[in-house]
């Protein structure tokens, strides 16, 4: 999301946002001398939230919770706060004040009502200039937004790439495919100008290619491949293994990823998708501490395993990233362990052979 900041000494007004490489910033405006400076900062602040509710209609889709069109459903929900994009400029301009009885109304919806907020802080001021300017940018944010949903992360809408996505965008899985054929092991512009999620998929696709390269190579199973690296240089091994089994099992990379990150999301939010593995890997353990005379070391490192999600929940989709590029690098060592060279050019030969589905 954009954050937003106030400089005392010049006035300014100041939006920044990431970009994979670092932060990027501009001055959206410069406030009246008469602004107090903690008026200021609630503006600041109530910017910073109206992006923050925004931008989690592109992180949290309606598409990838159901059917929208069932009333007071989580994908009912999603879409109506979405919708509210529409009225957002028209509350930075006209927000709901008090009354004469010093009642207010407050709307249902966290992205409109993060609006009139701004417009009520801006109507404090008093300054019509700097009404517009407000105007003009809160446009600029959604646009951002409405770019990103589209697979275009160009200007502003670059800091997708900082973010997880609970749905796929298939111009930038195509996109992050292409970077992964010109360099298998992977590259920095993946993480800086592609949706996370969607060069995930693209990854998962291309681990499963060069894992089967390597196995041929090994003379071992293709889930096994990265579990082989491990011996050869510490790999993140339980992630990318994980991935592995779904994909030879007959899952699509798309059905893998989504599966995944959707679970770290529910997990930032204290929720659980499925409690049934919850229940299952509980079991596992207990399994094992029926098994095992453990001491209390044993114990704490067998309960230390336990894992709510396999990913990092503030940051899930760049993290799943991450771990398949790791284990692409595992089938690469393990590969050179057989053949001095040829790794790329073999997993590019193994992709033109099979049509491995993307979506």
């Known amino acids: 999301m954009t954050r937003y900041a106030y400089e005392p000494k010049s006035g300014a007004l100041i939006a920044s946002w990431g970009t994979g490489r670092g932060d990027t910033a501009e001055t959206i405006a410069t406030l009246p001398k008469t602004v107090e400076p903690e008026v200021a900062l609630v503006l600041a602040a109530a910017l910073t939230k109206l992006s923050e509710f925004q931008w989690r209609t592109y992180t949290h889709p309606a598409s990838a919770a159901g059917d929208s069109e069932v009333p007071n459903s989580v994908a009912w929900h999603r879409a109506e706060e979405r919708n509210r994009f529409a009225e957002v400029e028209g509350a930075v301009r006209g927000p709901n004040l008090p009354d004469d009885d010093g009642l207010m109304a407050v709307s249902y919806s966290v992205v409109e009502e993060a609006a009139h907020r701004i417009g009520r802080v801006a109507h404090l001021i008093g300054d019509a200039e700097l009404i517009e300017l407000l105007a003009a940018e809160v446009r600029t944010e959604q646009a951002a937004i409405e770019a990103a949903e589209l697979g275009d992360l160009s200007g502003r809408a670059r800091q997708a790439v900082e973010l997880s996505r609970a749905d796929i965008s298939p111009v930038q899985v195509f996109a992050a495919d292409a970077l992964l054929r010109a360099d298998p092991l992977g590259s920095i512009d993946l993480f800086t100008d592609i949706d996370p999620a969607a060069a995930a998929v693209a990854a998962a696709r291309w681990l499963h290619l060069a894992a089967q390269v ?38 699509s990379p798309t059905e893998v990823v989504v599966d995944l990150i959707a679970d770290a999301l529910a997990a930032a939010e204290g929720r659980v998708r499925n409690p049934a593995r919850i229940v299952e890997a509980a079991e596992a353990i207990e399994r094992r501490m029926r098994g095992d005379e453990l001491d209390e070391d044993g114990l704490a490192a067998l309960t230390d395993e336990f894992r709510i999600c396999r990913l990092d929940p503030s940051r899930p989709a760049v993290d799943l990233l991450e771990d398949l590029l790791d284990g692409i690098r595992g089938c ?28």
């Open 332 to 359: 690469w060592l393990l590969y050179r362990e057989e053949h001095d060279s040829g790794f790329e050019e073999a997993v590019r030969a193994e992709g033109d052979k099979q049509s491995s589905p993307l979506l």
């Open 214 to 251: 390597t196995a041929e190579a090994a003379s071992v199973h293709p889930v096994h491949v990265v579990a082989e690296a491990d011996n050869l240089e510490a790999l993140q091994v339980e992630t990318p293994t994980l991935v592995l089994e779904r994909l030879c099992a007959g899952e």
